[in-house]
């Protein structure tokens, strides 16, 4: 009796341990495809959100990276509107111009958000401020042959403590990317950036063990920030 117990004892912890990491795993495995320079390595991510719900008219598009796919709570954050969420972790801002035909699918979307960069500026791989200028001219682009009128909020890459020695480069694309969609009006950024410092540096009450990806705090600021400035733009639905 006293081994069968155990026997079920330790199979519970196994399966307990198994949950507990699964989410660290994960994030580790996309952060391995996002050191490739292939888009077709996101093939079956995006097949996954394909399967996903189907955006109805008047949504809005919540496209990106993990910061986008971990958003548990995007759905009752964004309320009153309707968020369909198409994150998948360790995205480029090339990957979602490559899958954009199918992640920005929709009918007449309300609006679209997009959170991606980081991912292409960290530590020993950064991309020059130029670059990201560039590869955010063509993800719009893309976006404008589906969508020619629909407006484009883009999310400033955040600063983090995992990437903060790159801060800098990142800043500068944010400056860069915030002129170009100045220009037009359809296309708006939004920067969380300053909500997430304290004195100056990330505060990390707002990301979580990794020192890169929000914490619940973290998320109630983007909340607060994101909400509002729709709201402000796009009236209530």
Request: no cysteine; net charge negative.
């Amino acid at each position: 009796m006293f081994k069968r117990v155990l026997k079920y004892l330790l199979i519970v912890l196994a399966v307990l341990a198994l949950v507990a990491i699964w989410p660290a795993y994960t994030v580790y495995r996309e952060l391995q495809k996002s050191a490739s320079d292939d888009p077709g390595v996101w093939e079956q991510d995006i097949a996954n959100l394909e399967q996903g719900a189907v955006a109805k008219p008047g949504a809005v598009l919540f496209v990106g990276s993990s910061s986008i796919r971990l958003w548990t709570s995007l759905q009752q954050d964004m309320a009153p509107f309707e968020a369909v969420q198409r994150g998948f972790g360790g995205a480029k801002i090339n990957d979602v111009t490559f899958y954009a035909d199918r992640l920005f699918a929709a009918q007449e979307p309300a609006a679209i958000v997009i959170f991606v960069g980081t991912n292409d500026v960290h530590p020993g791989a950064a991309k020059q401020p130029s670059e990201l200028l560039t590869a955010y001219r063509h993800m719009i682009a893309a976006i404008r042959k589906i969508h020619a009128q629909v407006p484009v909020y883009y999310i400033a890459i955040t600063p983090s403590i995992m990437r903060w020695e790159v801060w800098p480069l990142a800043s500068a694309a944010n400056q860069l990317i915030a002129a170009e969609a100045g220009a037009d009006e359809s296309l708006h950024v939004i920067d969380t950036g300053p909500a997430l410092l304290q004195e100056g540096q990330p505060n990390p009450d707002y990301y979580v063990l990794d020192g890169l990806h929000l914490s619940d705090a973290g998320y109630r600021v983007w909340r607060n920030i994101i909400r509002e400035r729709l709201l402000a733009d796009l009236g209530v639905p």
